[in-house]
Every structure is written in structure tokens, then in C-alpha cells.
Nanobody, 119 residues
Framework: QVQLVESGGGLAQPGGSLRLSCAAS????????MSWYRQAPGKERELVAA????????NYADSVKGRFTISRDNAKNTVYLQMNSLKPEDTAVYYC????????????WGQGTQVTVSS
């Protein structure tokens, strides 16, 4: 059974930090590109950050560059999102996504974790 379980969300003050984790099971984690998305109320889901299957080159939305860092530990089947210098506009539900492209593209989503940035 495939599972992606996010954790680490919560309430943070502007300028604060949170670290999200996404623990994967039920598939070969090291074969998948991992990414974080977020969806704020009334807005479309947007890509925040992505990391290749073996790590290395990462991609970020312009709005989080220099503040957020995505990383992964293939030995622990976990992807992380370190969020620093948080802003109220970072408030959203954060989702992790696993994608493997091939003859057929496979993808899985987590259930999401709420991040609220407010004083």
C-alpha cells in the first residue's frame, strides 16, 4: 500500500521556521522525483520545490527561493522541506508528491499538512 505521510506543519510566527517531513512507503522511493506543493484557500495548488530521485539539483518557486530548502534521505524514504523566514503568504496546506516518469507516469500524493504563519 502506497503511503506519503506529511508531518511538521503547524503555527509559526512571521520570520520563524518550520521543517516538514514526508515519509514514504509502499514504493521504491529512490526511483521517484519528490516535490512539495502548497494550496492556499481560494488558490490553485502550486509547486514549491522539487528534488531529483538521486538528490542533487533542486528547483524552487521564485516566491520561496533563498528561504526554503528541499532535501531527501533515500535511506529513510523521506523528503524534507526546511522553511525559514516564513511569511504570512506562506500559509497553506503543504503536500508532498512522488513522480516516476516512464512508459507510464506514476504519481502519488500525500494528505497534506497545514502551515499557518501568523503573529
Amino acid at each position: 500500500q502506497v503511503q506519503l505521510v506529511e508531518s511538521g506543519g503547524g503555527l509559526a510566527q512571521p520570520g520563524g521556521s518550520l521543517r516538514l517531513s514526508c515519509a514514504a512507503s509502499g514504493f521504491t522511493f529512490s526511483n521517484y522525483v519528490m516535490s512539495w506543493y502548497r494550496q492556499a484557500p481560494g488558490k490553485e495548488r502550486e509547486l514549491v520545490a522539487a528534488i531529483p530521485s538521486a538528490g542533487g539539483s533542486t528547483n524552487y518557486a521564485d516566491s520561496v527561493k533563498g528561504r526554503f530548502t528541499i532535501s531527501r534521505d533515500n535511506a529513510k524514504n523521506t523528503v524534507y522541506l526546511q522553511m525559514n523566514s516564513l511569511k504570512p503568504e506562506d500559509t497553506a496546506v503543504y503536500y508532498c508528491k512522488a513522480v516516476r516518469k516512464g512508459v507510464a507516469t506514476l504519481y502519488y500524493w500525500g494528505q497534506g499538512t497545514q502551515v499557518t504563519v501568523s503573529s
